[in-house]
């Protein structure tokens, strides 16, 4: 291909290196300056490298956020996305997966849609891990799951697809949606100059209204979060002296988790 | 200016994670294994394109040089864009403050030595590399019997010869001395005058040049990761293409010259300052929080909040400090020498106050290198003494006062 243009979708979340805080209805508190996501920042550069090959074409994106946040963008931005579509809406708190899925489809739509469609298998605050395929689903396109390696060839993408036993080599015609494993690729540092370009490239913020989708919002969404415990503390180690026999003790413990 | 910007601070979040990926796992062999820092500094000049962006400027710079009519003219002062080489240096310093002296000394004393007085051709010939950290460069004006007189007791001469002249002398304390391409050497010419009545020169030395020896690096207190050394020139033979303006007819002789560097390394120690201070202070606070003694976190103690009042003070005027001078950069101010002195004897004042407190805080824990405030509070020091010492600030500030 001598070019393509490749839509990322990326989320804003709030810096996981300050304590999170829970609202009333025990959803993630989502007020203050949020972060891109580090598990999208795989899919940004592996969106960038594949224009690159291209030797065309460019990179957007598309979010939702609260409050018209846009600082996680930014990032993307400054790595090199050239532009962005925003979707805030107060109507929208609480969205579930699919409608996430909706809007975020609609979104991309808006944009005129692209060649490609990268999202990241889960992001690092929801962890529902379905959006990506939900999306593909509501534009009628091949979705390719847990991609760790992507390859453009003639217009066909070759995904090497993580399973727990190695990978699966898989191709799809394009247009398609792939989710990008972590580790994928190595995010670029933004350049200096890429973060001052970044303030002035396109960012449309859009509602849920402009983009033709109903917000059902929590009280649509067909869940509650019930009540949140803490994560039980993990148990100490056994530890092993090595007496000359501690290899046997350690592949004794690896046969009894069965992972050797 | 009253905060960094968004763009400041997405810079600041990236340098840091640069630091903490490419600088912190290596800080042991930069502080005591002898690692030279300049690999780790070239990468991270890639990594953000500072490189590219310092290329570019100067190579718009000698483009208007040479177009001849606005060889006066400036490189357009820009808001935001200002705070960007003071941004590296106060994170680096968080962690690494020698790596900030190799640096500073290089692309931003040595080049502007050459910068200020060079022909156009030096400048082509040197500066860039300089600045773009291609090339290592080391300033050489200190000497075994002239620190603070730097002038009045130089010994360094120049002797004409031919069309060209014969170099000698020695140097010491001299950053990036063992390892740098490019030494700019001041020394003063001999012509059979009495030494007060010579003229300043520079010259612009290369590695390698016959006569021209570069020592080891010197064991010193602090700042391990910037190495500092001793030159020697025994009948160093150059040509006049080497003498920084090619004449020795240099306004004020190389006086000036070396004055402006003054400054400029001046308002580089506030930056420096700025980042010890904040990691002190931050693992100060967390240290507080931390230990426990008599049943209680020590923070809770008064003698310990005393400490971190006082270095939460520091702080905030080291960092208005800053903030002046990037906001003073981006309208295309500078500063009086006077000025510069001023928020380098404070700054510097303030870093080894914070730092030695910190030790103090952390008690015997503080002593120890695995608590890292030792190493800042050995750090903090120089920057008392070098860049004009505390007491050569104070002369400068109440001489201007005087003057007035």
New interface residues.
């Given amino acids: 291909m001598e070019s393509m243009n490749v839509i990322v979708c990326v989320k804003q979340i709030p810096d996981p290196a300050t304590p999170g805080a829970l609202g009333a209805d025990n959803t993630l508190k989502r007020d203050g300056k949020l972060i891109l996501d580090e598990s999208d920042s795989y899919g940004v550069e592996m969106a960038l490298q594949l224009v690159d090959a291209a030797g065309g074409g460019e990179v957007s994106l598309v979010s939702m956020a609260p409050n018209g946040e846009v600082s996680g963008m930014r990032t993307a931005l400054a790595m090199g996305a050239a532009k962005g579509m925003l979707v805030s809406d107060p109507a929208l708190q609480g969205s579930d997966a699919l409608t996430t899925a909706k809007v975020l489809a609609a979104a991309i739509n808006k944009l005129g849609g692209a060649d490609l469609i990268i999202a990241a298998t889960e992001s690092s605050d929801g962890y529902t891990g379905t959006v990506p395929e939900q999306i593909a689903e509501v534009l009628g396109l091949p979705s390719v799951t847990f991609a760790k390696k992507v390859v453009i060839t003639g217009g066909t993408l070759n995904v090497n697809r993580q399973t727990e036993a190695g990978y699966d080599e898989v191709t799809c015609p394009l247009p398609a949606v792939i989710s990008v494993t972590a580790g994928v690729v190595e995010p670029r540092y933004p350049s200096f100059k890429g973060i001052m370009a970044a303030k002035n490239k396109p960012l449309e913020t859009v509602t849920a209204s402009d983009l033709g989708v109903t917000p059902v919002g929590w009280a649509g969404a067909g869940q509650s979060i019930v009540s949140v415990t803490q994560a039980e503390a993990r148990a100490a180690g056994e530890i092993i002296e090595d007496d000359g026999e501690g290899y046997a003790k350690i592949v004794a413990f690896l046969e009894n988790l069965k992972v050797i | 200016m009253i905060d960094w910007t968004?763009?400041q601070q997405?810079?600041r979040g990236?340098v840091k994670?640069?630091i903490d990926e490419e600088v912190r796992p290596h800080v042991e062999e930069l502080e005591h294994g002898d690692l030279p820092p300049y690999d780790i500094l070239r990468k991270m000049f890639a990594?953000?394109?500072?490189d590219?962006?310092a290329g570019d400027r100067f190579d718009r710079q000698i483009a208007r040089e040479q177009a001849g009519t606005a060889a006066e003219q400036k490189e357009p002062k820009g808001g935001?864009?200002s705070g960007?080489t003071l941004i590296p240096t106060i994170e680096l310093c968080r962690v690494c403050p020698g790596m900030v002296t190799a640096m500073g000394v290089s692309m931003g004393l040595t080049s502007a030595a050459i910068l200020a007085k060079g022909t156009t051709a030096q400048k082509v010939r040197w500066a860039r590399d300089l600045l773009t950290m291609k090339k290592i460069g080391a300033w050489a004006i200190t000497e075994p019997g002239s620190g603070s007189d730097a002038f009045g007791s130089m010994k360094s001469t120049a002797r004409r010869d031919g069309d060209g002249y014969i170099l000698n002398g020695s140097k010491t304390f001299i950053t990036n001395g063992p390892y740098a391409d490019t030494t700019v050497f001041i020394c003063k010419l001999d012509e059979g005058n009495p030494p007060e009545q010579r003229k300043v020169l520079s010259f612009v030395l290369d590695r390698g040049m016959p006569g021209f020896v570069q020592s080891k690096p010197l064991r010193k207190m602090g700042m391990h990761s910037s190495p500092t050394g001793e030159l020697f020139l025994d009948d160093v033979r150059v040509g006049r293409d080497r003498l920084i303006g090619e004449t020795e007819d240099v306004s004020s002789g190389g006086r000036d010259g070396a004055k402006t560097t003054f400054m400029q390394e001046r308002a580089g120690v506030a930056a420096m300052a700025l980042g010890i201070i904040e990691e002190c202070l931050e693992l100060s606070v967390q240290y507080a929080k931390d230990r426990v003694q008599f049943g209680k976190r020590i923070g809770d103690f008064q003698l310990i909040q005393d400490k971190l009042a006082r270095m939460e003070v520091a702080r905030m005027n080291v960092q208005n400090l800053v903030f002046r001078t990037i906001e003073m950069s981006s309208i295309g101010h500078s500063m009086t020498l006077a000025e510069a002195s001023a928020m380098k004897l404070y700054s510097a004042r303030a870093a080894t106050e914070v730092a030695l407190e910190a030790v103090q805080l952390h008690g015997g824990n503080g002593y120890m290198s695995e608590f890292r405030v030792e190493q800042l509070a050995r750090d903090a020091k120089v920057l008392q003494i070098y860049a004009g010492t505390d007491e050569i600030q104070i002369t400068h500030i109440a001489k201007d006062l005087l003057r007035r």
């Fill in positions: 968004d763009e997405m810079v990236a994670r640069f990594t953000f394109g500072m590219a962006m935001d864009g960007l």
